[in-house]
């Protein structure tokens, strides 16, 4: 049987929910992965988190080696065993916080691994269209392209333009 990240009872916590949820368990107790912090060591509140919750330590370490992984200088090829040796690794570890990121992960790989090729990623453009989409919905009943226009113009240069 398979067990969730937060099974356990943690002062807290909520019941059955990823601890990535949104990234709120980590960040709100001050360690995220890319906080500088982690390099030092874990703060007292999250290592008696750990303490208390030894399955949240062990997903906060299965994050951690993927990062290391994403963050190595590595060829296609080798970046697609090591993504593979990790997924094992999570299956073995018997967590299913990470049951729906495994099968992206599965049906994607040939993409995913396409970072390892010239380390680029499509971040900024599906940032992009976001910020569009969310200026949409607060522009709904605009009926005019010119305001709708000028409004994505104000929202992606700012006022800096009219200064």
């Known amino acids: 049987m398979r067990e969730n990240c937060t099974s356990g009872s943690v002062a807290g916590a909520p019941g059955n929910r990823s601890p990535y949820a949104g990234g709120i368990l980590f960040s709100s107790f001050g360690a995220e992965p890319r906080d500088s912090r982690v390099n030092r060591g874990l703060s007292p509140i ?18 951690n080696s993927l990062t290391s992984i994403l963050n190595d200088s590595l060829s296609k090829g080798q970046g697609k065993r090591k993504i593979k040796g990790w997924m094992q690794r999570v299956i073995n ?47 709904y009943g605009i009926t005019n392209h010119r305001r709708l226009f000028q409004r994505v113009s104000l929202d992606l240069h700012g006022y800096a333009m009219f200064a």
Do not use: W
């Open 46 to 63: 999250v290592s008696k988190l750990f303490q208390l919750a030894p399955k949240l330590r062990q997903a906060y370490e299965l994050c």
């Open 93 to 139: 570890s018997k967590l299913t916080c990470f049951n729906r990121f495994l099968k992206t992960l599965e049906g994607h790989m040939e993409e995913i691994t396409n970072y390892f090729i010239d380390r680029q990623t499509s971040g900024f453009v599906e940032g992009l269209n976001n910020k569009i989409k969310v200026l949409k919905r607060r522009c």
